[in-house]
């Protein structure tokens, strides 16, 4: 049995901060411990969670038909599954750093199974948000005890590797569960996308207790930091709702600007806290490494771009163009094919090149294909989509693989559970900020919008009730047309709808084109994880 080198604390980034490179760890007899085995079991785990943050999109619209449910608890479906993700990563990564990222990984694993099978017997809209809840309280041990177990399992020269792999499992489960969700929603039901995790937990179970072992750093937590927990969590839970009420509430409306006032003395408090505390829930040295800080500002921008846009897509497709959900995965396919190609030759890239440049070149793409998702109208071809969907796909492949692996690595080995919640959470938090402020910005599109195209169209004037109810289902591109109406009147009414849907589809696409961009000039600021050696000789436990 090896253990780990102790790595000098004097802050990640700093001049001590580069551990001696580890021995490479006894080779590994058997099934137990396999780094190879242990990258598949993993995977399977994390499939389910990435899996559920789009294949519900797709089911959406049956859902909300189903139960009977509002726009604004539609967008709930899918924000309170983020919101609890982004609250509780963090913590459930030091979790793991504390107890034993195997542990963590299977009581997650078996958790988020049992809420899912749990959403499919819900007959209410009210009992599919509270189990979404704890599907992303469950999520959250499972994903940072993944990347803590890849990094204590593979040595240094193949971890970007694994984490390529890692991420292209990730990626296409992300990018394919509109795909396997249309297959589910028109062959069988909407409650089937949500009873295929329990399968799917079943087997991660059995290979978990087979195949994992427990890694912890030598010198791993031994206290658990309760007041830092508390105050992170309230702080990032008042952020997170202040972003998902702030469309409904209005941005400049004092509930909202109250949210975000409380999250920041939260955030302040949190921080002068951790000086003081022996140890921490976040060492804000980590913080001091200029990389890993980037890193994490990079995830959540390529989530914001990502997420958010994906969103709309999924309405796009089913309502204007009338896809049903199947065709309308099938679309999609194009994006899902390049994650799935590109993501382990990005591992491969940035092993050789480093993260720089194939972060770079991924958020470009990102940017470009957020560009011309921008000029999708309903007469747009599935050529022209297909190049699209295609492109992003080719730039988010290496931001998902470089941003893990500058995150991580570039954290000390005791805090690779952390980290790995940092990676995580930034992504989920990216993922709420893209639905809400791209929706915001879609809602405001429309509004501003609608009134004048149904004028111009020569329609009956609609009243204040009416056209906020027409508004609501404009966003999600549904014509407004009442039973009963003449032919004529109801094209004109899908016209106004759909013409109105994609100019605000449109906005938000630039919007999050910008946003990438934007990312593209953080990439230049992130490097080679300066710790990632470490993860060779982490203790057998």
Known sequence: MTSQTTIDKTGPGGPGDRAPAAPDPAPVKGLRGHPWLTLITVAVGVMMVALDGTIVAIANPAIATDLKASWAEVQWITNAYFLALAVSLITAGKLGDRFGHRQTFLIGVVGFAAASGAIGLSDSIAAVIVFRV????????????????LRATFPAEKLNMAIGIWGMVIGASTAGGP??????????????????????????????????????A??????????GIVLLSGAMFCLV?????????????????????????????????????????????????IPLSAGVVLMVLMAIAFMGGLFFVTFYLQNVHGLSPVDAGLHLLPLTGMMIVGSPLAGAMITKTGPRLPLALGMACTALAMYGMSTLDKGTGSAVMSLWFALLGLGLAPVMVGATEVIVGNAPMELSGVAGGLQQAAMQIGGSLGTAVLGAVMASKVDSDLAGNWTDAGLPPLTAAQEGQAAEAVQQGVAPVPPGTPDAIAAKITDVAHETFISGMSLASLVAAGVAAVAVLVAFLTKRGENAEAGAGAAHI
Do not use: C, Y
């Not at 030598?218 to 007041?227: E, I, Q, T, V």
């Open 218 to 227: 030598k010198n791993a937590p031994r206290s658990f930091d309760l007041l």
């Open 241 to 289: 709702w202040a972003l998902i009420k702030a469309p409904e509430w209005g941005w400049g409306a004092g509930r909202t600007w109250t949210f975000v006032a409380v999250s920041l003395v939260g955030f302040v408090l949190f921080a002068l806290w951790e000086k003081r505390v022996r140890e921490p829930l976040i060492p804000l040295g980590l913080f001091r490494s």
């Open 179 to 216: 795909i396997l969700g249309g297959v589910l929603v028109e062959h069988v039901n909407w409650q089937s996308v949500f009873f295929i995790n329990v399968p799917v937990g079943i087997l991660a179970l059995v290979l978990g207790i087979v195949i994992l072992t427990d890694h912890r």
């Open 134 to 149: 704890f599907q992303g309280l469950f999520g959250a041990l499972l994903m940072p005890a993944a990347l803590g177990l």
